[in-house]
């Protein structure tokens, strides 16, 4: 939501800028100027992307505008299956909770989360996690490694899309001095015509150049910003996975588990210590 806002807010006041210095509306309107510029573009994403990747990046600009899913409540909540889980491994045996593992989307305690049922490589890491676990034979400072390792991979993959949409962004001012120069070769053919043709079809192709810089550093550029702090969310909700397993698989105790969870939280989001021991006291009474 307040991504389109701040689209609005940026056009808004370019126009209304130029409005003021009674500067014709009309004269931005060049939708020719705009297909050489954004057709271009996207035409250089695809020269640059294997299609899968370009699909990737459209999925993480729809997820830019419905914001930061990875809110307080739903580490809160997170925290809470992370503590019914291992609860229930110390009470009944580690295997008992093999079920929920194997078939995360069938289970009891998962089913209760549907943000992480539906949030599928933190579900995947999560049960992967703990499969290793059930394995037996992996130490803890190896499994620490391994889920070190499994988050740096996302968290590049992650940033190689928005390096894709950064460079795009960077693209985007030289394209619009090809618009403005396609512009300008028009306009020398008409350069005998009268002077108010000339004035127009001048003004007409710089309006290229202008494009190309308000579209990249007004909305393609902090689109890739965003992009890049999603990913690093992401990775924080990773990390609290990770911190909450490998603590578990040191032998911690359940209510130390999700404190170790806890405290690699960002502060805007983390719950507070009486938050989560309430959760785990509603888990111990079901």
């Given at each position: 939501?307040?991504?389109?806002?701040?689209?609005?807010?940026?056009?808004?006041c370019?126009?209304?800028?130029?409005?003021?210095h009674?500067?014709?509306?009309?004269v931005?309107?060049?939708?020719?100027?705009?297909?050489?510029?954004?057709?271009a573009?996207?035409?250089?994403?695809l020269?640059?992307?294997?299609f899968?990747?370009?699909?990737?990046?459209?999925?993480?600009?729809?997820?830019?505008?419905?914001?930061?899913?990875?809110?307080?409540?739903e580490?809160l909540a997170?925290?809470?299956t992370?503590?019914e889980?291992?609860?229930?491994?110390?009470?009944?045996?580690?295997?008992?909770?093999?079920m929920?593992?194997?078939?995360?989307?069938?289970?009891?305690?998962?089913?209760k989360?549907?943000?992480?049922?539906?949030?599928?490589?933190?579900?995947?890491?999560?049960?992967?996690?703990?499969?290793?676990?059930?394995?037996?034979?992996?130490?803890?400072?190896?499994?620490?490694?391994?889920?070190?390792?499994?988050i740096?991979?996302?968290?590049?993959?992650?940033?190689?899309?928005t390096?894709?949409?950064?460079?795009?962004?960077?693209?985007l001012?030289?394209?619009?001095?090809?618009?403005?120069?396609?512009?300008?070769i028009?306009?020398?053919g008409?350069?005998?015509g009268?002077?108010?043709?000339?004035g127009?079809?001048?003004?007409?192709?710089?309006?290229?150049?202008?494009?190309?810089?308000?579209?990249?550093?007004?909305?393609?550029?902090?689109?890739?910003?965003?992009?890049?702090?999603?990913a690093q969310?992401?990775?924080?909700?990773?990390?609290?996975?990770?911190?909450?397993v490998?603590?578990?698989?040191?032998?911690?105790?359940?209510?130390?588990?999700?404190?170790?969870?806890r405290r690699?939280?960002?502060?805007?989001?983390?719950?507070t210590f009486?938050?989560?021991?309430?959760?785990?006291?509603?888990?111990?009474?079901?």
């Amino acid at each position: 939501m307040f991504v389109i806002i701040g689209m609005v807010v940026v056009l808004g006041c370019v126009v209304g800028g130029f409005l003021m210095h009674h500067g014709p509306l009309e004269v931005l309107f060049q939708p020719n100027e705009i297909l050489i510029i954004v057709g271009a573009a996207l035409g250089s994403v695809l020269v640059a992307a294997p299609f899968p990747r370009i699909k990737m990046i459209v999925t993480n600009l729809i997820k830019v505008l419905k914001g930061d899913p990875y809110t307080k409540k739903e580490y809160l909540a997170l925290l809470k299956t992370m503590f019914e889980v291992f609860n229930t491994a110390k009470i009944n045996g580690l295997m008992s909770i093999e079920m929920h593992i194997e078939k995360p989307e069938a289970s009891t305690i998962f089913k209760k989360n549907p943000f992480l049922t539906k949030n599928h490589h933190a579900l995947g890491f999560f049960c992967d996690s703990m499969r290793v676990m059930l394995t037996g034979g992996v130490p803890p400072q190896d499994l620490e490694g391994l889920l070190e390792a499994d988050i740096d991979t996302h968290h590049a993959d992650a940033a190689g899309l928005t390096g894709l949409v950064q460079k795009t962004a960077d693209s985007l001012p030289g394209l619009g001095i090809v618009a403005a120069v396609l512009g300008i070769i028009i306009t020398m053919g008409k350069i005998n015509g009268p002077p108010e043709e000339i004035g127009f079809s001048v003004a007409a192709a710089l309006v290229g150049t202008f494009m190309g810089i308000l579209i990249c550093y007004g909305f393609i550029s902090p689109l890739a910003s965003h992009m890049e702090h999603l990913a690093q969310s992401e990775a924080h909700f990773l990390g609290c996975i990770k911190s909450g397993v490998v603590a578990f698989a040191k032998g911690s105790p359940p209510v130390l588990v999700v404190e170790f969870a806890r405290r690699v939280i960002a502060e805007d989001v983390r719950p507070t210590f009486s938050e989560v021991e309430k959760a785990a006291k509603e888990v111990k009474s079901q």
